[in-house]
């Protein structure tokens, strides 16, 4: 009975020893200590009848692991187990936390064994990985600094700053681009350019590490699926772990030089180079939220924006380890017409401000689509985020003048503020009609604000005006068309500069008209003209 029951046992093993593949490997980093196993999967293991048992029992369930190398196990006796959740036909890895003494005794073997213990009759199955990699060189040590530059769903660029690393390019260097596909990590080559090169791009030749400052993926030679697949999770997720690698052999042990970038932008592939809206900018509102085009008066593109139907806007504002993402869409047109674009207060902005520090970023992603909504060309941007301190501000239109009244924000960081009286700002007034944004005019004006003095009110008037941002030929007719929409249309206006931010697309305007206190004066100077007259009269 028991010699059936071992058999049973052994031909169950043998039927899970196919989950994975004989190319499985083992990495090591020699900065934490810590050894990975990437277990990949079976390569026809998608072509095995629904019988297999990998397929049938093993989804859902827990594996434990152990790593054995001729002398020494982990995790160690005692030790806490190390287990992983199987999942079909998908790399798995299992990382092995170490001390530094373990490490250093392991570093340079080159043989291991991985043990596996399946949760359906214990069944154990033993494995030997293909190699062993050791990431030697944390990536600072070998560039100062690596940037990327890409092609939306085209060539990848990746411009770095060298330091003083023996690695030889030969035939056995192997260069890629890795990033995170789910749990599992995907490579793509960055092969030696061999026509047309530059004089610093990675070649094959006697040309030194230290004098290669530039690689590229190129759209013509990459894997197709593989480059498709990394424009598609990096759209879905622009704060996505990318990193350059270089893999060699030294002493017959392969190690690994891998470098996160520093840097994401795309190309200019428009010639928009010297367009300011380039420079973007997130503002914390205490009511909204605002990306800005840093001192524009419009979004508007000066070059050519092609075949653009609509606008997406993504802004990843980050405060310490965690991450906010905020998207809308917006057509070309009220795009165009618009300052900016303003997310409404929510609990993760109203988070953010209460949270807000010097440290918080942003990163910001313009994408232009056509209208099947596919990207044409995007402007990324990564800066510091800005702290807003207007609470509220109301807008009063007189016959000769426009005046904004501020209300501050008491916030700690708010108060002490000062932008200096050389400091740029505009403020914009718009009304929107049937879904469409209609500029009203700009102002172009210098003040000094301070945000200990929580109410200010600043007036503005014609000569104030920028020429030609108006939708009448001159300020005064301008500033009529103004009164006219105030009856039917809610105004809106925008206050940009460098250091403070807000658009109010419903804020509590009004026209204060100066007739009507002149003609209830008027009244009661005949009203007095009359009283004296019947005086007069009296005294005669």
Known sequence: MMIIINIIMVSTSLSFSE?????????????????????????????????????????????VTQLHFDDISFPRPGEDE????????????????????????????????????YDVNLVKVNGSVNSIEHTRFNGTGCFKRAEMEYTIY????????????????????????????????????ILPCTFGC????????????????????????ADAAKLQSFFKHFVDNRLLPVSMNLRYKTNGLNSVISRQFDNKTAKDTWGCTSDPHLLLATTLNPNNMFVQFRDSLTNKMTCDTQNTTQVRVDDYVMDGSTSTRLQRTVGLEQFNQQI???????????????????????????????????????????????????????????????????????????????????????????????????????????????????????CFRCEDYVDGSYEKQTCVENQELTKIKLKSNTIGFGVISKYESIILETVVSEYRTIFMPLIAAVVSVLAGVIFLSAMFSKLK
């Not at 989950?19 to 083992?26: D, E, I, Q, T």
């Not at 530059?198 to 190129?218: P, W």
């Open 82 to 117: 190390v287990s992983f959740e199987y999942k079909f036909n998908a790399e798995i890895q299992i990382s092995f936390q170490l001390s530094e003494t373990d490490y250093l005794h392991i570093a340079d073997k080159q043989h291991a064994m991985f043990e596996l213990w």
């Open 198 to 221: 530059q004089a610093n791009e990675y070649q094959l030749s006697s040309t030194s590490f230290e004098d290669v400052k530039l690689y590229r993926v190129k759209k013509a030679t």
């Open 340 to 458: 900016g674009v303003t997310f409404d207060v929510s609990p993760e902005l109203t988070r953010l401000r209460n949270g807000f520090s010097a440290d918080t970023m942003s990163l910001i992603v313009v994408s232009y689509l056509d209208a099947a909504g596919e990207i044409l060309w995007e402007i990324l941007y990564f800066d510091v985020a800005c702290l807003g301190c207007v609470a509220k501000a109301t807008m009063h239109i007189h016959e000769d003048q426009t005046c904004i009244s501020y209300l501050f924000d008491s916030k700690d960081q708010c108060v002490g503020q000062f932008i200096p009286a050389n400091g740029k700002n505009t403020l914009g007034v718009f009304y929107k009609e049937n879904g469409v944004t209609h500029q009203l005019g700009f102002y172009r004006f210098h003040y000094d604000l301070n945000y200990s003095i929580l109410n200010q009110e600043h």
């Open 19 to 63: 989950c994975f593949s004989a190319r499985s490997y083992l990495n090591g980093n020699a900065g934490t200590y810590e050894l990975t196993l990437h277990l990949l999967p079976f390569e026809r293991l998608n072509k095995i009848t629904s019988e297999n048992l990998c397929k049938m029992y093993l989804p859902g369930k827990p594996v």
């Open 154 to 189: 085209g060539d990848i660029d990746i411009t770095v700053v060298p330091s003083n690393c023996k690695v030889a390019l030969d035939a056995n260097l192997e260069v890629y681009l890795e990033f995170q596909e789910g749990e599992t990590n995907q490579q793509i080559p």
